[in-house]
């Protein structure tokens, strides 16, 4: 590991800094970036996301793929935790948090407040990653074929279970999908890199070849991730010099979600023996959040500039340094689980 990859979480706390202070002293130039975007998907920040993609994708070898089906049980802890717990216990964290903690008991987050943190929250915890994920994946070493099925199903499902369990515990009938942003994003961050990948793996004429390519590329991938943390600060620097008080407030229970969740999945993966490049992005896939979903379905239920949009984006705030830390604490812990055979 690099100089800059093992201080990875100094990098993004700094560029975290710089991005806000850039938003708050260029704002013209940040709502310039921010505007260029397509169904709630900014385009500068889609183009660094492939950037950290697709070192992954050169990586998968479809005739591996074929073969995950054999591995069933990394496919039914991360469907299981993403559909059948993370949605209520976002919610109730939410609710514990939010409604009675810092509402009825401190005075710090009035009731019609409080509804809306509750609200967008509960949008983060119906929407599991599709993008970053990759990103967390190959900073744990994860198996990259078998955390595209797992991403790739979890979309699949996505698709049918997004709008009834938000419905569900938002306590509304009328949630609207945007199906825009919903296929956008799997085009731009599963197919276009994916297909990238393949033509990579066909022009280049050998594994060694294939690798010495990849690490040629790796420190564009972290680059890309720095310039996105700069952008996504830079972008919000105005709400989060607003309301620092309940963007704090809001963090907490998000905090606690992610890190639940990761602990769930993983410690699931573990009882089960399944080896540590399933474990560590199974676990991922949960605890970060399919944050353009959120904020898109967010911002049509509620509005612009509603507390449901803010807790959405404190989402988007907190999830880079908290999933680094998960990154770390997975590879610290990687010993512990067998050693993968060849599928």
């Known amino acids: 590991m690099g100089l800059?990859?093992?201080?990875?979480?100094?990098?993004?706390?700094?560029?975290?800094?710089a991005g806000i202070a850039g938003g708050t002293l260029f704002p013209e130039l940040f709502t310039l970036m921010g505007?260029?975007?397509?169904?709630?998907?900014?385009l500068v920040i889609a183009v660094l996301i492939w950037l950290m993609i697709y070192p992954m994708m050169m990586q998968i070898d479809f005739t591996a793929v074929k073969n995950i089906h054999r591995r069933p049980k990394g496919l039914i802890v991360t469907l299981t935790v993403n559909w059948l717990i993370k949605p209520f216990t976002m919610a109730l964290l939410a609710i514990a948090f939010i409604r009675y903690f810092f509402g009825s008991f401190t005075g710090l987050i009035t009731p019609e407040l409080g509804d809306e943190y509750i609200a967008g929250m509960i949008l983060?915890?119906?929407?599991?990653?599709?993008?970053?994920?990759?990103?967390?994946s190959q900073l744990t070493k994860g198996d990259p074929n078998y955390t595209l099925?797992?991403?790739?199903?979890?979309?699949?499902?996505?698709?049918?279970?997004?709008?009834?369990?938000?419905?569900?515990?938002?306590?509304?009938?009328?949630?609207?999908?945007?199906?825009?942003?919903?296929?956008l994003s799997v085009v731009l961050f599963i197919v276009i890199p994916l297909v990238a990948g393949l033509i990579t793996r066909k022009m280049v004429g050998s594994e060694e070849e294939l690798q010495s390519f990849g690490a040629t590329i790796k420190p564009f991938?972290?680059?890309?991730?720095?310039?996105?943390?700069?952008?996504?600060?830079?972008?919000?620097?105005?709400?989060?010099l607003a309301?620092?008080?309940?963007?704090?407030?809001?963090?907490?229970?998000l905090i606690i979600q992610t890190v639940l969740i990761f602990a769930i999945a993983y410690g699931w993966m573990y009882k089960w023996k399944e080896p540590h490049s399933i474990a560590a992005p199974g676990g991922m896939i949960g605890a970060s959040n399919f944050f353009e979903l959120a904020v898109?379905?967010?911002?049509?239920?509620?509005?612009?500039?509603?507390?449901?949009?803010?807790?959405?984006?404190?989402?988007v705030l907190v999830e880079v340094p908290i999933m680094l830390a998960l990154v770390a604490y997975a590879n610290r812990t990687r010993d512990r689980f067998p050693v993968a055979h060849a599928s």
Do not use: K
């Open 243 to 253: 309301n620092p008080v309940d963007i704090v407030l809001i963090a907490i229970p």
């Open 221 to 240: 991938s972290i680059l890309g991730l720095i310039l996105t943390v700069v952008l996504l600060f830079g972008f919000q620097a105005p709400r989060i």
């Open 35 to 42: 505007g260029w975007e397509y169904a709630n998907i900014n």
């Open 124 to 136: 983060l915890g119906v929407a599991p990653c599709t993008a970053m994920v990759f990103v967390w």
């Open 4 to 17: 800059f990859e093992r201080y990875l979480s100094v990098w993004v706390a700094l560029a975290m800094v």
């Open 149 to 183: 099925v797992q991403v790739a199903v979890n979309d699949l499902v996505m698709v049918v279970a997004f709008a009834p369990i938000a419905a569900l515990l938002l306590g509304v009938t009328d949630v609207i999908v945007p199906w825009s942003t919903l296929f």
């Open 296 to 315: 898109a379905v967010a911002i049509s239920l509620f509005g612009l500039n509603s507390g449901a949009a803010l807790a959405t984006v404190v989402g």
